[in-house]
C-alpha cells in the first residue's frame, strides 16, 4: 500500500491554524497516551503567544472559571484551552450555547482570539461544536521509529545541539526517548510486555528530558540522582505493580546509564539500534527515518515469540472491524434468515445451560463444623462460586428468552438486544454477558462449552461433595479458591495465613475437562490424598514448557 497508509502524519499545528478563525474553534480528539499540551505550548511560543495562553483543565466547578476566561479573551484577544472537556459533562450544554455566539452578527471578537479545546470522544461532547470547528485526531505513535520520530519533531535544535556536554547530551536525549518508546510499545504484547498496561504519556518523557537539563548545568551528569528522578518519580510513580518496576529500572539501565556514552554501545544485539554520532538534529531525524518500520521482539529483550501475541491481538481486532461494519442483508430462496439463524442458536444455548445451581442441595458433607464450629473455606469459596455463576445463567436466561421474543415480534427490539443479535451473527460472546461472566477469549460456541462444563464442575462439587482433582481454570474467581486453601491450612496447624505459601509437584497426567465430565456422571474418581495436599488441573502456563522425564516445569 505504501508509507503513507500506515504510518500517522504528525500533527501539524501551524496548518492547522490556517484552517481556524475567531469564530472556528479546533478540537483535538484524544486517545489513551497522547497529550496534545507540549507540541501546543510550542506552536504558541513559536507564534509569540505564549504569554497570551490561557488554559484550564476541566472538572467539577471548572465550568464558570472557563467561562469568564473565554469572555475575557474574546476582548483581549488571548488564546484558551479548555482541557478535558468530556470531565465536565454538566457545562457542555452552557459551552455549546457560547461558542454558538461567536457566529452572531452583533457579536464582538478580538481578530486574534483562537478558543482550543480537547476531549476524549464522548457522547455528551456537543454536536455544534464539532461540526462547526477544526479537528484532530491525536493519537499516540505506533511502532518505535514512529515514537522517536515524534519526540524529535517536537524537540527544538537549540535545545538538542547547544549544551556544554555536546555529542555526550546529544546521545542522551536519545537514549531517553528510546527509553520512553520502549516502555509505550511494550504495552502491545499485553500481559508479556507489563503486568499492568500503564498510561505513559508525551509528557513523561518531556519531564525526564527537562529534569536531565536542570542537573546537567554545571557539565557534568549525576547519573544516581537522575536514574532515580527518572525511573523511580517520573515514570516509576505509574507504576503500581513490584515486578513491573523491577521491569522498568532494567530497561532504563539499557538506554540511561554511563555505558551508553562509550563508542560502539548498541541497544540490542543485533546492532541495529544504537544513537547515532552526530552533531545536528536534522542527521539524528535522518537515521530514524532509516529504522525498521517493524519491531523485533529482540529490542525489548523478548523472544520472537512473543509477537504472536501482538499479532494475535492485531488480527481479532482486523476481523472484528470488518464483521461489524459489513452490511447485513436477508438470505434469499432456501437458505436460513438472519433471524432464523439466531432463534436456533438461542434455542441451542437454553437447552445447553442449566436453570441454576442450588445450594440447598449440597452434600452434608460439605457442612460438616470442625471443633470451633466453623465450615470448611472452601465450602464457603463453593458457595461464592454457586453465587456468581447464578448470577450468569440468569442473565443468560432472561436475554435469551428476551431476544426470541424480540425477533418474534412480541416485545420491542432494544438496542441492547440488537447488540446481542449481532454477535450472534459473528460467532461472538456479547458484551452483556462478558461483562458480567469471567475473563475469556473464547468465541460464542467455545464459550458455551466452557460455561458448561464449569457449571458441571461446581455442580459435581456440590452434589458429590469435594473432587479428586479442582479444575482451577473452571473458577469464576480462582484466587478465592487459592485463599480458601490456605486458610483451611492456617486453621489446621493454628498459623498466620500471610505467612504461608504453596509448594508444587508435578503430575506429569493430562486431564481433559470434558472426559472428567463425564466421567462424573457414572463413578468417583482419583485416589484418596493427604488431607494438607490438593490436586489441581486446568493450569495454564506462559513462557514455560514441562520436562516430563524429570517432573519439571522450565521457565
Not at 437 to 459: C, E, H, I, N
Request: glycine fraction near 6%; charged fraction near 20%; aromatic fraction near 12%.
Amino acid at each position: 500500500l505504501g508509507k503513507q497508509f500506515i504510518e500517522n502524519p504528525p500533527v501539524d499545528l501551524a496548518t492547522l491554524y490556517q484552517d481556524m478563525s475567531s469564530s472556528t474553534p479546533l478540537v483535538f480528539i484524544l486517545s489513551t497516551g497522547s497529550d496534545p499540551m507540549g507540541a501546543f505550548q510550542r506552536f504558541a511560543k513559536e507564534r509569540g503567544y505564549s504569554e497570551r495562553v490561557e488554559s484550564i483543565s476541566l472538572g467539577q466547578g471548572q465550568g464558570p472559571i472557563a467561562e469568564k476566561m473565554i469572555k475575557d479573551a474574546l476582548k483581549s484577544g488571548n488564546w484558551v484551552f479548555l482541557q478535558n472537556c468530556h470531565l465536565a459533562v454538566s457545562w457542555m450544554l452552557a459551552m455549546e450555547e457560547l461558542i454558538k455566539s461567536f457566529t452572531e452578527p452583533n457579536m464582538s471578537i478580538h481578530e486574534s482570539f483562537r478558543l482550543y479545546l480537547s476531549s476524549m470522544p464522548s457522547n455528551t461532547f456537543p454536536v455544534t461544536v464539532l461540526q462547526n470547528s477544526v479537528k484532530v485526531t491525536n493519537e499516540p505513535p505506533k511502532g518505535l521509529r514512529a515514537n522517536i520520530r515524534r519526540a524529535f519533531t517536537e524537540m527544538t535544535a537549540s535545545f538538542f545541539e547547544e549544551n556544554i556536554l555536546g555529542k555526550m547530551w546529544r546521545k542522551i536525549i536519545f537514549g531517553i526517548c528510546f527509553f520512553h518508546a520502549i516502555i509505550q510499545e511494550r504495552k502491545k504484547f499485553g500481559p508479556l510486555g507489563w503486568n499492568i498496561c500503564y498510561e505513559f504519556n508525551d509528557s513523561d518523557r518531556e519531564c525526564a528530558l527537562l529534569n536531565l537539563n536542570l542537573y546537567c548545568q554545571e557539565g557534568r551528569v549525576p547519573w544516581d540522582a537522575l536514574t532515580y528522578i527518572t525511573g523511580e518519580i517520573t515514570y516509576g510513580g505509574r507504576v503500581t505493580d513490584a515486578w513491573d518496576q523491577r521491569c522498568l529500572r532494567t530497561i532504563l539501565r539499557r538506554f540511561f546509564s554511563p555505558e551508553t556514552l562509550q563508542e560502539g554501545y548498541k541497544y540490542s544485539e543485533s546492532g541495529i539500534y544504537f544513537a547515532p554520532v552526530a552533531d545536528s538534529l536534522q542527521d539524528f531525524k535522518d537515521y530514524i527515518e532509516n529504522l525498521p518500520l517493524s519491531d523485533d521482539p529482540e529490542i525489548f529483550g523478548m523472544h520472537e515469540n512473543a509477537n504472536l501475541a501482538f499479532q494475535r491481538k492485531e488480527t481479532n481486532t482486523l476481523i472484528t472491524t470488518i464483521l461489524e461494519v459489513q452490511p447485513r442483508s436477508t438470505a434469499q430462496g432456501s437458505g436460513k434468515s438472519n433471524d432464523e439463524i439466531v432463534q436456533e442458536l438461542a434455542s441451542t444455548i437454553l437447552t445447553k445451560i442449566p436453570e441454576k445451581l442450588d445450594m440447598d442441595a449440597a452434600a452434608e458433607s460439605l457442612l460438616v463444623k470442625d471443633d470451633r464450629g466453623r465450615v470448611d473455606s472452601l465450602t464457603t469459596v463453593l458457595g461464592q462460586e454457586v453465587d456468581r455463576f447464578n448470577g450468569l445463567l440468569k442473565l443468560l436466561r432472561i436475554s435469551l428468552e428476551t431476544l426470541n421474543k424480540a425477533i418474534a415480534g412480541f416485545v420491542v427490539m432494544s438496542e441492547e438486544m440488537e447488540r446481542v443479535y449481532h454477535s450472534f451473527l459473528n460467532n461472538q460472546v456479547p458484551a452483556l454477558w462478558a461483562n458480567a461472566a469471567y475473563p475469556s477469549l473464547k468465541p460464542l460456541g467455545g464459550w458455551v462449552k466452557d460455561l458448561v462444563l464449569r457449571t458441571a464442575f461446581v455442580d459435581f462439587w456440590l452434589k458429590r461433595g469435594p473432587p479428586k482433582s479442582f479444575w482451577i481454570s473452571g473458577f469464576f474467581f480462582p484466587q478465592g479458591f487459592l485463599t480458601g486453601t490456605l486458610q483451611n491450612h492456617a486453621r489446621k496447624y493454628n498459623l498466620p495465613i500471610d505467612e504461608l505459601s504453596f509448594s508444587y509437584n508435578f503430575i506429569p497426567v493430562y486431564r481433559d475437562q470434558t472426559q472428567v465430565a463425564e466421567a462424573a456422571k457414572q463413578t468417583h474418581f482419583g485416589s484418596e490424598l493427604p488431607m494438607d495436599a490438593l490436586v489441581c488441573s486446568g493450569l495454564y502456563l506462559v513462557l514455560s514448557c514441562t520436562e516430563r522425564r524429570i517432573h519439571y516445569i522450565l521457565f
